[in-house]
């Protein structure tokens, strides 16, 4: 049974650094692009970053030089670095594999598995 299962949130202040992971089971984190969202009350879901199975990572503009999307095969995980955070990335935070194997994220619609996310606050 695939199952993705995130860690690292918690409560920071601002311009603190945060490392979220998420650890894949029951399928082979290999072969598949995977995606951090995130979604704060009142909001809808935005995709924040997706990491190619080559490892190449996409941001949204608004974290763009602040987060690093990395991959770790070997451990099945998924990492989001995120620095210099601001009270505005408030949210929870979710990672997402899509539906079908391949090398290149998805658009958001594609995305079929999600773990039941971590909540990052940013608040002095």
């Known amino acids: 049974q695939l199952q993705l299962v995130e860690s690292g949130g918690g409560l920071v202040q601002p311009g603190g650094s945060l490392r979220l992971s998420c650890a894949a089971s029951?399928?082979?984190?290999?072969?598949?692009?995977i995606g951090w969202f995130r979604q704060a009350p009142g909001k809808e879901r935005e995709e924040v970053s997706c990491i190619s199975s080559s490892g190449s990572g996409t941001y949204v503009d608004s974290v763009k030089g602040r987060f690093t999307i990395s991959r770790d095969n070997a451990k099945n995980t998924v990492y989001l670095q995120m620095n210099s955070l601001k009270p505005e990335d408030t949210a929870n935070y979710y990672c997402a594999v899509p539906g079908a194997q391949g090398s290149t994220c998805p658009p958001p619609w594609e995305y079929d598995y999600w773990g039941q996310g971590t909540q990052v606050t940013v608040s002095s």
């Open positions: 029951g399928f082979i984190l290999d072969y598949y692009a």
